[in-house]
């Protein structure tokens, strides 16, 4: 069972940038995509940002051109730039990542989360 652990976040004024980092307790080598989410109370949680094996991104509309997310497999991290933050982006940030794991006679799929780590911006 692989275990996510973010870490980066924080207080920063609105215009301020925070880097969060989700490390994983093993290799990410493998994992078919690694997203980072965020929730604030009352609402679903939103995806923010994908990176998937190949290396290919995505973001939400609401981020596109502030965030930016990237992956370091010899550390098995996975990033989340966040610049020009603003107070709507104040929320409770999760790291998700998904694989397959091929048995003899099956696949499976494996899907992982971290803690969260909460996000505040405020002047």
């Known amino acids: 069972q692989v275990q996510l652990v973010e870490s980066g976040g924080g207080l920063v004024q609105p215009g301020g940038s925070l880097r969060l980092s989700c490390a994983a307790s093993?290799?990410?080598?493998?994992?078919?995509?690694m997203n980072w989410y965020r929730q604030v109370p009352g609402k679903q949680r939103e995806l923010v940002a994908a990176?998937?094996?190949?290396?290919?991104?995505s973001y939400a509309d609401s981020v596109k051109g502030r965030f930016t997310i990237s992956r370091d497999n010899a550390k098995n991290t996975v990033y989340l730039q966040m610049n020009s933050l603003k107070p709507e982006d104040a929320a409770v940030y999760y790291c998700n990542a998904g694989e397959t794991i091929h048995y003899p006679d099956h696949d499976k799929q494996y899907d992982y989360w971290g803690q969260g780590t909460q996000v505040t911006v405020s002047s």
């Open positions: 093993g290799s990410i080598f493998g994992f078919n995509f």
């Open positions: 990176i998937m094996r190949g290396g290919s991104t």
